[in-house]
Structure formats: structure tokens, C-alpha cells
């Protein structure tokens, strides 16, 4: 039947792909690839047969026409990149946008994506996370900073000649002691999942216990919640009114300032006053 198949392919570990990707790629009538050698490798460990032509960055305008046209004529299509899932930071956003204008059926044959690997191995929160791709080369700092209030976790792809600029700029805006994790290298030989506050990875990029190598996904923590957030306010406001009232009137205020419970203040007030008495 015709139709236009985004196949994933494995991002490291050839094993990783699926048996129906194997079997879709065996009978579609033209495989659309990023890069048709790398492709080629693919298929000829699986010793799958099959037309091949190229739909990259600079051609890709152009090609989706001819794909289009020939999905009409009846073929069946599958678009593969070099890695992972099509569109995920891979050309083919224009092919299915054509293929679904023509009324053409467009189906998913899921499998790998560096994306969902990483988030699924960080340990940080994957209920809320925003992905963001490769920062431009231009503007990358501009791009970040917007993320910085971002309560779920940021992820980003990043070329190891630039990772020390990323986490430079994560320590920058994010503070130095910003969860990060880096994943590297995900279903290869040298696979590594670090993770620690940014500057801590950014002096493990120095001392190469993180080598600038091979493929990575950095993961960002997201701000800290409203809660733990709200107890830094409330330790800056009695450390302010301490300073110049009595422990009971400092968390008074501070209770009706923050709207926090009286006793909750004056506990924490307490508190801080013990560790001013032993210093
Ligand atoms: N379409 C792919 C996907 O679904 O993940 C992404 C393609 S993008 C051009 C390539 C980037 O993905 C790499 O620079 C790296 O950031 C990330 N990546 C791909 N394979 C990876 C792997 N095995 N380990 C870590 N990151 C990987």
C-alpha cells in the first residue's frame, strides 16, 4: 500500500533496531536516507536490497517533491536518517509536512532516539522536559538563558568541541551547583552516564574523566521547586531581621511577609540562632 514509513534505526548498537523496521525496509519499493552510504552499511548487515536515494539538509525541498510524487504513483516510502529517529534533529520535517498535505498516510515505525535513551537513564524528572536540540552556533547563550526558570528538565544534543562552551554557559546562567548529567556515547563500547552539579563536569571535561568524544546528550535539572525555593527566601528574610530584632519578632514578620505558619518561622529562626550560638 502507499505510504510514506519514518523508520528509526539504531543510534550505536546495530542490534538495537526492530523487527519491523527490518521487515519495512525489506519491501518498500525506495528507502529516502540522510546519507545513502551510511545507510547502505545498514542494509547490507541485515542483507536488505533496496533502492536508496539521498534527502538531506540541501536537498530536501526538492526531493520530498519526487518522494511525494511517487508515494501517489503507488509506491511505498521509508525515510530514514543516520541515526535514531528521523526528525529528531534529522532532515524529514518537510517531507511529512508535504506527504500529509497530499493526503498521503504517514506512519511511525518507532525505535531509538538519543533523546528518549538519555532522559530514560539521567534519573532526573521525565514527567516535564523540554528538548532543545543543538543550540544554534550563533546566539546559543541567548538561547539557554531563556531556559533558566524552566521547572522540568532541559535536554540538548551538543558536539564534543563545544561541550565545555555549554556547560561554561550552564554554570553561567544556571549556577554552578545545577544538576547536569551528560550522557555519552549511549549503546557503544565506551557508553558513560555522569552526572553532578555543572561545575563539578566541567572540571571533569578538564581532567578528561569526561573525554570531549564521541556523541552526547547533556540533561539540565530544572529550577528548584517552588517549595525548596521558598525556603531559601524564608532563611534570607530571618537572617535580614535577626540581625536586628528579637528571634520572636523577626518570624513574626517573617511569617507575615512569606505568609508561611508563625511556628514554622520561629522553628527555623531557632534553628538558625543555634548555629550562630556555635559558631
Ligand atoms: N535523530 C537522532 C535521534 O533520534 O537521537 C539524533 C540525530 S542528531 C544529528 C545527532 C546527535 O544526537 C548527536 O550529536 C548527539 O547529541 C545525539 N546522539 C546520537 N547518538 C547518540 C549516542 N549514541 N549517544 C549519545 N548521544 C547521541
Redesign the pocket.
Known amino acids: 500500500m502507499s505510504k510514506l514509513y519514518i523508520v528509526a534505526t539504531p ?2 548498537n546495530l542490534n538495537d533496531i526492530s523487527a519491523r523496521a527490518l521487515s519495512v525496509l525489506a519491501e518498500s519499493d525506495l528507502i529516502a536516507a540522510e546519507d545513502t552510504r551510511h545507510t547502505r552499511r545498514l542494509l547490507d548487515h541485515y542483507e536488505i536490497k533496496q533502492n536508496i536515494v539521498a534527502l538531506h539538509d540541501h536537498n530536501e525541498r526538492r526531493q520530498s517533491h519526487l518522494v511525494v510524487d511517487r508515494i501517489l504513483a503507488g509506491e511505498a516510502v521509508a525515510l530514514v ?1 543516520d ?4 526528525l ?3 532532515p524529514g520535517y518537510v517531507l511529512v509536512q508535504q506527504a500529509r498535505a497530499a493526503g498521503i498516510v504517514v506512519e511511525p515505525i518507532p525505535g ?4 528518549t535513551a ?1 532522559l530514560s537513564v539521567s534519573g532526573l524528572p521525565t514527567d516535564q522536559f523540554q528538548f532543545l536540540g543543538f543550540l544554534p552556533s550563533k546566539g546559543r547563550e541567548a538561547r539557554i538563558r531563556a531556559f533558566v526558570d524552566y521547572a522540568g528538565t532541559l535536554v540538548l ?3 564534543p568541541h563545544r561541550i565545555e562552551n555549554l556547560l561554561t554557559l550552564i554554570v553561567k546562567h544556571f549556577g554552578p551547583s545545577r544538576d547536569v548529567v551528560i ?6 563500547v565506551y557508553e558513560q552516564v555522569i552526572d553532578g552539579p555543572a561545575e563539578a563536569l566541567l572540571s571533569k571535561l578538564a581532567e578528561g574523566i569526561i573525554p570531549a568524544r564521541g ?3 547533556v540533561l539540565v535539572a530544572g529550577r528548584q521547586s517552588v517549595s525548596d525555593s521558598a525556603i531559601v527566601t524564608l532563611d534570607h528574610c530571618l537572617n535580614v531581621l535577626c540581625a536586628e530584632l528579637p528571634v520572636s519578632a523577626a518570624a513574626s514578620l517573617a511569617s507575615r511577609i512569606l505568609g508561611v505558619k508563625r511556628n514554622e518561622a520561629y522553628k527555623r529562626a531557632l534553628d538558625h540562632q543555634q548555629v550562630d550560638d556555635q559558631l
Open positions: 543510534i550505536g536518517s541515526a535514531g529517529t528521523p529528531i534533529s534529522d531509538p532516539s538519543a533523546l538519555a544534543y551538543e558536539a550522557c555519552r556515547e549511549l549503546t557503544k556523541e552526547m546528550v
